[in-house]
């Protein structure tokens, strides 16, 4: 299994970027896929996640309204759009595969299985 983390860069405050997971060696369709961070001297914490079907999704209260999780199952690809960045987002993104992960667990790292191996984000002026 493969996740390919990429679309990390550095940007300025208040722009957008969009970063891209693809997946491989799995049936991607059933799992449950998320984003994770991790800022220096930080530890990891849940970004966003999205259910196989796309009907349910999450986002942590930090990125909510800015930040969008989307995925194409044609493609095995999870991706996450994120707009309006701000200096406290600056971290290593980490995208992250489940099989039956039920709803009350998908912003928990340990109920996931696969993880890529992040993408850096920085966010200055």
């Known amino acids: 299994v493969q996740l390919q983390a990429s679309g990390g860069g550095l940007v300025q405050p208040g722009d957008s970027l969009k970063l891209s997971c693809v997946a491989s060696?799995?049936?991607?369709?059933?799992?449950?896929m998320g984003w994770f961070r991790q800022a220096p001297g930080g530890e990891r914490e849940f970004v966003a996640a999205i259910k196989w079907g796309g009907s349910t999704i999450f986002y942590a209260d930090s990125v909510r309204g800015r930040f969008a999780i989307s995925r194409d199952n044609a493609k095995s690809t999870v991706n996450l759009q994120m707009n309006s960045l701000k200096p406290e987002d600056t971290a290593v993104y980490y995208c992250a595969g489940g099989s039956r992960i039920i709803n009350t667990s998908m912003k928990r790292d340990q109920a996931y299985d696969y993880w890529g191996q992040g993408t850096l984000v920085t966010v200055s002026s």
């Open positions: 060696g799995l049936n991607f369709r059933s799992y449950t």
